[in-house]
């Protein structure tokens, strides 16, 4: 048996195209126990999401966690689950159809614009063949996380070359490492403070909540840390407030190791205790809302804050299908896709000649 997947039908008068690839992290297909447990094992059996020796995160992964988590998990999930589905799911595909409009817009209307999830449905693996079907020899894959982890954006790249490593002919790739900083992601996080703020009046404390990783991670090099702190600095800049306002935390521990602090809920809780009523929560390292804002964020957190003696508790939305955020994604896009976007498509003439050609030399279709 071969190694490689079968290749899609070829003709030498189909003109190759360029594709965008845009990954999020994933979720399950239904807020229910039986559809959590196969999402959670793919995510959770992933080695740079969980730094356990295999042997050991094994028993622990299939003993204890796949029986007892999926539940609680699903009650969660089904707390946030819309009509249309996962949040994270409609959004991401939101932002997909979006995005190409946007850049359709820009005069590049020729680009296959696409998404897939890290974990669950759709597959980048499906999502790269169908790609593949329909022509794209050039893609450039987009993890939607804006701060660089080795458990989240290496991972979209690890699963990338493992699909890749199938296909006989491969495309020439391009990776968006991080977007942390980009202009047009932190003006659209600027902006959704300011309008919630026009509508509602400041809050005494801004918190930054960005996902939790083990501070172990840290320590051996990963970078995230430090660029989270880089978006919560150009926030406070964008904002024009003083930086003792606005606190950057992190969220959605896991295990009894110590994690990236200060922790989330914690810190609302003891802003709580020390008299502070106002407090306002935006989650900067997701671009969707999903259950880590939706529940943890919006729900535990609020009811946490509350619980302890604060009065007034707002959560700002993620970026979801902001016209500025989308705006920034397209310019973000552009600008990875380089010369790509000067690569002419041969008109029906050329294509036509590149196939008679071929047929001289025997190659058929």
């Not at 295999?54 to 029986?67: E, H, K």
């Not at 359709?104 to 593949?132: E, Q």
């Not at 989240?152 to 490492?177: I, K, S, Y």
Request: one cysteine or more.
């Amino acid at each position: 048996m071969s190694r490689y997947r079968p290749e899609p039908a070829f003709r030498h008068d189909r003109a190759a195209r360029t594709g965008v690839l845009l990954v999020n992290l994933g979720t399950p297909a239904a807020p229910t126990a039986a559809a959590l447990r196969p999402y959670l094992k793919q995510f959770l059996s992933d080695p740079r999401v969980v730094e356990i020796p295999r042997a050991v995160w094994w028993l622990i992964l299939n003993g204890i966690i796949l029986n007892t988590r999926p539940k609680a998990s699903a009650k969660k999930y089904a707390s946030i689950w819309t009509d249309e589905g996962s949040p994270l799911m409609v959004h991401t595909m939101r932002q997909s159809k979006l995005l190409a409009a946007y850049l359709a817009k820009a005069g590049h209307d020729d680009l296959d614009v696409d998404f897939a999830m890290r974990y669950g449905a759709p597959s980048i693996g499906d999502t790269l063949d169908a790609m593949r079907a329909r022509g794209c020899t050039r893609i450039l894959v987009v993890p939607m996380y804006p701060q660089y982890s080795a458990s989240t954006t290496a991972t979209v790249t690890d699963e990338v070359g493992r699909c890749l490593a199938r296909w006989r002919n491969q495309p020439e790739m391009r990776f968006v490492r991080d977007f942390n900083d980009h202009p047009g992601y932190i003006a659209a996080l600027v902006r959704s403070v300011r309008e919630h703020w026009q509508a509602h009046g400041e809050p005494e404390r801004l918190l930054l909540s960005f996902h939790g990783v083990p501070r172990r991670s840290l320590d051996l090099g990963d970078p995230y840390h430090c660029e989270c702190h880089r978006t919560g600095r150009l926030v406070a800049e964008g904002l024009g407030v003083a930086r003792e306002r606005v606190l950057v935390t992190f969220q959605s521990r896991f295990g009894k190791a110590e994690w990236l602090k200060p922790y989330t809920q914690p810190t609302l809780e003891h802003l709580a205790a020390q008299g502070v009523r106002r407090v306002d929560v935006m989650c900067p390292g997701f671009v969707a809302d999903c259950l880590e804002t939706l529940e943890e964020i919006a729900l535990e957190c609020k009811e946490a804050f509350l619980g302890k003696g604060g009065h007034t508790f707002h959560y700002i939305p993620c970026l979801n299908e902001r016209h500025d955020w989308i705006e920034g994604l397209a310019a973000l896009v552009r600008s990875h896709l380089g010369n790509w976007l000067e690569i002419a498509r041969p008109d029906a003439d050329a294509r036509k000649a590149t196939l008679e050609r071929a047929r001289l030399l025997g190659a058929g279709q």
